[in-house]
C-alpha cells in the first residue's frame, strides 16, 4: 500500500491541526494504520493507531488532545490534534501494517509501509 500524509503546518501553541493520509494500491480496510512522528535529533516516537476494527490507542504524550480515526469509504487514516504543545513539533510520519499485534502497536519496525512525513511546527 502506498501512503500520501498531508495536513502539516505551522501554529501558535493551544491551537488545532488535521494531519490526513491517503492509501492506494490495496484495500484500505485490510491494514492497521499509525502515526509516528519524528524531531530532530530524536528517534522516531509512536503517537497513536488505529487497527482494522477502529480501536484507537495512543501514547500518554498525546492521550487527550489528539483523535485518530479512519475512513475506509476514502482510504483515509486522519489525525486531529488538539492543544498543541511545541514539544509536538515534529515530522509526522503515517504508517501501515496488515497485521498488529497489542503489545508492539508502538514499535516502528511493526509497520512495513510508510508515507512522505508532513511538518508540524508548533510555535509558543
Known amino acids: 500500500v502506498q501512503l500520501q500524509a498531508s495536513g502539516g503546518g505551522s501554529v501558535q501553541a493551544g491551537g488545532s491541526l488535521r494531519l490526513s493520509c491517503a492509501a492506494s494500491?490495496?484495500?484500505?480496510?485490510?491494514?492497521?494504520m499509525a502515526w509516528f512522528r519524528q524531531a530532530p535529533g530524536k528517534e522516531r516516537e509512536f503517537v497513536a493507531a488505529i487497527r482494522k476494527n477502529s480501536i484507537p490507542y495512543y501514547s500518554d504524550s498525546v492521550k487527550g488532545r489528539f483523535t485518530i480515526s479512519r475512513d475506509n469509504a476514502k482510504s483515509t487514516v486522519y489525525l486531529q490534534m488538539g492543544s498543541l504543545k511545541p514539544e509536538d513539533t515534529a515530522v509526522y510520519y503515517c504508517?501501515?501494517?496488515?497485521?498488529?499485534?497489542?503489545?508492539?502497536?508502538?514499535?516502528?519496525?511493526?509497520?512495513?509501509?510508510w508515507g512522505q512525513g508532513t511538518q508540524v511546527t508548533v510555535s509558543s
Open positions: 504508517a501501515a501494517s496488515r497485521s498488529t499485534i497489542l503489545s508492539t502497536l508502538q514499535y516502528f519496525r511493526s509497520y512495513g509501509s
Open positions: 494500491g490495496d484495500t484500505f480496510s485490510r491494514y492497521d
